[in-house]
């Protein structure tokens, strides 16, 4: 089975790797010429993630590029503790979540990739409709223009690739390029009322004990740290706004006005080395097309989660799609192809709604009025940690099964 992979971050990465086990003959374009795409900041991986990477051979080599966290603990904007508890896993749960820079997690799946035999191919796009496609869906289904208005030569390359596959999985992100040609009427991401920035500060004792992820919910969002082994303390903003800035610009003296009633945050912006760019947060409506008998969505191209499970669900995603062309009668022939990517489309789609309801109230959460903030404030010490383990038993007690080594 010759398969092609759109887009090259942890959601195809990984699927090169899942596609690879099964013996598909891969090549996966990505559209940026970074190695590791500049896409993100640090993410953490919880249990149900970190059992994908053992499925997947690449554990081990995640570990090593990043630190394991044992707690979560939620404070008030005023320093009040409202809740502690084991971070991205169940209490009684040997393995400890896993937080990393985004680009080494991605430069580890592909590197595991390419041991593998899998073709990468940055720096080329797959052109949507009316950037050198003749109309949606030729460039999944037939041959493209491969000229014209931002097609040329790799435009080109890229279509004939895509066009000449047995199986083409869209994992081209958020604005993916490929659901919008499996389906010209497919939903398009909305601003969800929140735009973030991270960063990486040094020097600040009163971040708290290494192992902890922190979040402290303040007047006009959310802001997490975490400290790092080396000394330097991680840390994320989430800024609450219900109409989407046309521009950002968010330094240290910017968000010191925002966070500037919370003491640890304050005190973490004061000695901040390093700001990422920002980016505004999006949700995605149910996307009602998500595979057609040949093309596939997975990642974020089919269901963006947020609730920091994003990586992870792509991930789970890899492996399914993977168990489920090696097991479906006549898969992984191009004959088989069809009731593999259904059976794959049942099995993710109950998942991935459930965990994009809680990830909608966990926005909700961080754009909180005052009134609710107080609310939250009185009633979160007293409910938190039973109703987070009740909440997250089903997320973490995942096992995406084996694949072929």
């Keep these: 089975m010759k398969a092609v992979v759109i887009g090259g971050g942890v959601a195809g990465a990984a699927s090169a ?202 007047r006009r969002g959310a802001f997490a740290h975490l400290p790092a082994p080396d000394g330097t303390v991680w840390w994320s903003a989430q800024i609450a706004d219900p109409v989407a800035p046309a521009e950002i610009k968010l330094g240290a003296e910017e968000l010191a006005e925002v966070f500037g009633s919370e003491a640890v945050p304050r005190r973490i912006l004061g000695a901040t080395e390093r700001i990422d760019a920002a980016t505004l947060f999006h949700v995605l409506p149910p996307v009602p097309r998500r595979q057609d008998g040949r093309c596939v969505l997975v990642g974020d191209a089919a269901h963006p989660v947020g609730a920091g499970q994003g990586a992870s669900m792509a991930l789970e995603d890899a492996i399914a799609l993977a168990r489920a062309l090696h097991s479906a009668p006549g898969a992984p022939a191009a004959s088989g192809l069809p009731a593999a990517l259904a059976a794959f489309e049942r099995e993710r789609a109950g998942r991935a709604g459930k965990l994009a309801r809680a990830a909608a109230a966990n926005r909700d959460a961080k754009t909180a009025g005052p009134l609710a903030s107080l609310v939250r404030e009185a009633v979160m010490p007293l409910v938190f940690t039973r109703m987070y383990t009740r909440s997250t038993d089903w997320l973490y007690d995942y096992r995406p099964g084996a694949l072929p080594q």
């Excluded at 003959?25 to 053992?54: C, I, K, Q």
């Excluded at 896993?89 to 595991?112: C, G, K, Q």
């Excluded at 000449?164 to 389906?183: E, I, Y």
């Design 17 to 218: 790797i899942a596609l690879r086990r099964i013996g598909a003959e891969v090549t996966v374009y990505e559209a940026y010429p970074d190695p590791a795409g500049p896409v993100g900041a640090f993410l953490s991986l919880a249990v149900n993630g970190l059992r994908a990477l053992e499925s997947l051979g690449c554990l081990e080599a995640v570990r090593a590029a990043g630190f394991e966290v044992d707690r979560q603990r939620m404070w008030s904007g005023r320093g009040r503790l409202l809740g502690d508890v084991p971070r991205g896993r169940r209490a009684d749960d040997p393995l400890r979540s896993v937080t990393l820079m985004r680009a080494d997690l991605v430069a580890a799946l592909r590197a595991e990739a390419v041991r593998l035999g899998a073709r990468i191919v940055v720096g080329e796009r797959l052109p949507g409709p009316g950037e050198g496609l003749r109309g949606p869906g030729e460039g999944l289904h037939g041959p493209g223009a491969g000229e014209g208005p931002g097609g040329g030569a790799e435009a080109g390359a890229v279509v004939g690739a895509v066009a000449g596959a047995d199986l083409v999985v869209g994992a081209d992100g958020l604005r993916s390029t490929v659901r919008r040609m499996l389906d010209p009427d497919a939903p398009s991401p909305a601003y969800a009322g929140l735009y973030g920035v991270a960063g990486i500060a040094r020097g600040v004792p009163e971040a708290g004990p290494g192992r902890t992820f922190n979040m402290t919910f303040g």
